[in-house]
């Protein structure tokens, strides 16, 4: 990437870990929460590097940036979470950049994701990639580069029905209780954590089981009582949490905690008892299972739930391909004119020079010259023979290296790049 002048260093990576290759518990070591983003962001920034995003969710913790070699990436992973380098090592991956240019296309589109067309990843890297640029790590490769995987994205929607139909791991996590459940209208149910996975999971099930005995806790009431107004469900303090698991029948817990909130010591009941635990790191503990009436089922398994809806959504993989390819070579046109970029720049600068000379020489031996006039007409001028040669080097790809070094020698250009 050197030569297209859009970072002090060599290349572009994406690093990472995903479902593809680690289980939830190995995700769950490299996840990591907004503080720990932020801090790896800031060393960063304090290291040098120029342009770099992290994103972290259930599925994934990548991320993308400029080094001059890929493990300066995987040491801020690695630093900045639970994971090591010898575990990322065996299950992460590294792309390079076109390479890496592509992966964050298929992410961003959904085509990667652990249920296919799943697009909440989107709003997730929107939201990752703010957060660069406001620290000053988006560079205009990376802000250009993620406007396109957003408007391949919407057009992915807009275009095909790769995400027709209601199939998210919240979805799915519902289908199993219908399919599973008997009864599932009379039973009780527990939803303990409401953030984004939580809250969609409760829309899900309202919708869904036509059950009037869901509960919802959290750590902070009042973000679990904003939920339930919207549903008229019952909210109970985070003190009742051992009450509440003693009289349920299915526990759905999406709390987004580092380490297990419901473990065996929490429960003590004499009936069967369905978990579903949505979150990256587990936030059940594996001992509920000691439990002989205690039945847990984490999100990876539910993923694997495969329906006519995810059949359907295949069909269209094709299409979303076409769309990416299309914006991808959008893209990839804008990055090639990087390369001459700094020779237009100092050829305008040259032209101009020029043109303040002629100026100044015709100013001195003309009584009536019109400033005003000669200012507009020559710098019209400029940007004329600047856009052509600009357009040259666009459609001359092949002699671009050759027209560029001809441009330097007629010019006598000084490249500072």
């Known amino acids: 990437m050197e030569q297209y002048h859009i970072s002090r260093h060599n290349s572009f990576y994406t690093i990472g870990i995903s479902y593809l290759k680690a289980d939830a518990e190995i995700r769950g070591r490299f996840s990591l929460d907004e503080a720990g983003k932020a801090n790896l962001l800031e060393q960063a920034k304090s290291s040098g590097i120029d342009g770099i995003a992290v994103t972290s969710t259930c599925n994934r913790t990548e991320i993308y940036g400029f080094a001059q070699h890929p493990f300066q990436l995987i040491q801020l992973l690695c630093g900045n979470s639970q994971g090591t380098v010898e575990e990322f090592q065996k299950v992460g991956y590294v792309y390079k950049n076109y390479d890496a240019i592509g992966h964050m296309f298929r992410v961003g589109t959904g085509l990667d994701s652990q249920i296919l067309g799943d697009f909440e990843i989107i709003a997730q890297l929107k939201k990752d990639f703010a957060k660069s640029k406001k620290i000053g790590l988006l560079n205009p490769f990376l802000e250009r580069l993620v406007n396109a995987v957003i408007q391949a994205s919407k057009r992915i929607k807009n275009e095909t029905e790769l995400s027709s139909g209601a199939t998210s791991v919240s979805f799915a996590s519902v ?78 817990v999406a709390t987004g905690a580092l380490h297990p909130t419901v473990t065996k010591a929490l429960i003590h009941n004499n009936k069967p008892l369905l978990i579903l635990d949505l979150s990256i790191p587990k936030n059940v503990d594996d001992n509920v299972t000691d439990l002989e009436n205690v039945q847990l089922l984490h999100l990876d398994h539910l993923s694997q739930i495969t329906d006519e809806t995810l059949e359907r959504r295949k069909t269209f993989v094709p ?66 023979i600047t856009t052509q040669f600009a357009n040259h080097l666009k459609t001359d790809k092949t002699a671009s290296d050759d027209s560029l070094a001809l441009i330097k020698k007629v010019f006598h250009l000084e490249i500072n790049d």
């Open 175 to 252: 289908q199993y209780i219908l399919k599973n459940v008997a009864d599932i209208s009379n039973k009780n149910i527990l939803l303990f954590g409401t953030g984004k996975i939580g809250r969609n999971t409760c829309e899900n099930l309202v919708k869904h089981t036509q059950n009037e005995h869901i509960t919802l806790i959290n750590r902070t009431k009042d973000k679990a009582e904003k939920v339930a107004g919207k549903f008229n469900l019952v909210v109970k303090d985070y003190a009742e949490l051992q009450a509440e698991i003693r009289k349920t029948d299915v526990l759905i």
């Open 319 to 384: 299409s979303a391909e076409v769309i990416i390819q299309e914006v991808q070579k959008d893209f990839t046109d804008w990055l090639e004119t990087r390369k001459f970029a700094p020779t237009i720049k100092a050829l305008k600068q040259k032209l101009r020079s020029i043109k303040d000379a002629e100026l100044s020489f015709q100013r001195k031996k003309l009584e009536d010259f019109n400033d005003e006039h000669a200012e507009i007409i020559s710098n019209r001028i400029i940007q004329k």
